[in-house]
């Protein structure tokens, strides 16, 4: 899995996605519940005019076949960026390799991770999977 912290794929929709974001921890402050996080995110999604899909499900599959479980993302934002919600303390190595599993289920290019925890500041980081930006060139 090729792994890029790239800034050039969706960055003005990351940029924007994330003024989102920095909109609900200013008016929210930190330490909520993540489904607080993710209704108000989602509201404020909304009124900036940003596309998104919330909790989509997303199917998985085994050697061609469809499995049972299903992934359900946070959100999906501009239909090529993956989007996973926290309110823990602090990141930690775990969810970074959640969100990229994820990204890689999905097809997604851009996964951001925000975490709403910290009552200080939004805490996130920004990948990029660049297989799925070649896979997207190749078949456009």
């Given amino acids: 899995m090729n ?8 960055s003005e929709e990351g940029f924007a996605l994330m003024g989102a974001a920095f909109e609900v921890h200013k008016e929210m402050g930190g330490g909520l519940l993540e489904e607080i996080y993710q209704e ?4 404020e999604l909304g009124m900036q ?3 998104f899909q919330s909790k989509q499900t997303l199917a998985t599959f085994y050697k061609d076949r469809e499995l049972l479980k299903k992934y359900v993302p946070d959100l999906v934002v ?24 994820y990204m890689r ?13 910290p009552v200080e500041k ?7 999977l660049s297989e799925f930006l070649q896979h997207k060139r190749q078949s456009a």
Avoid: D, T
């Avoid at 501009?78 to 599993?101: C, F, R, S, T, Y």
């Avoid at 289920?105 to 925890?117: D, M, Q, R």
């Avoid at 805490?123 to 990029?128: P, Q």
């Fill in 122 to 128: 939004v805490e996130w980081k920004r990948f990029v």
């Fill in 49 to 51: 005019g940003i596309p």
């Fill in 105 to 117: 289920i999905a097809k997604k290019p851009v996964g951001y991770l925000i975490n709403f925890g």
């Fill in 78 to 101: 501009h239909e090529g960026i993956l989007v996973e919600l926290k309110a823990v303390k602090q990141l930690v190595p775990e969810h970074e390799a959640q969100l990229m599993n």
């Fill in 3 to 10: 792994v890029q912290n790239s800034n050039k794929p969706y």
């Fill in 40 to 43: 108000c995110l989602e509201l």
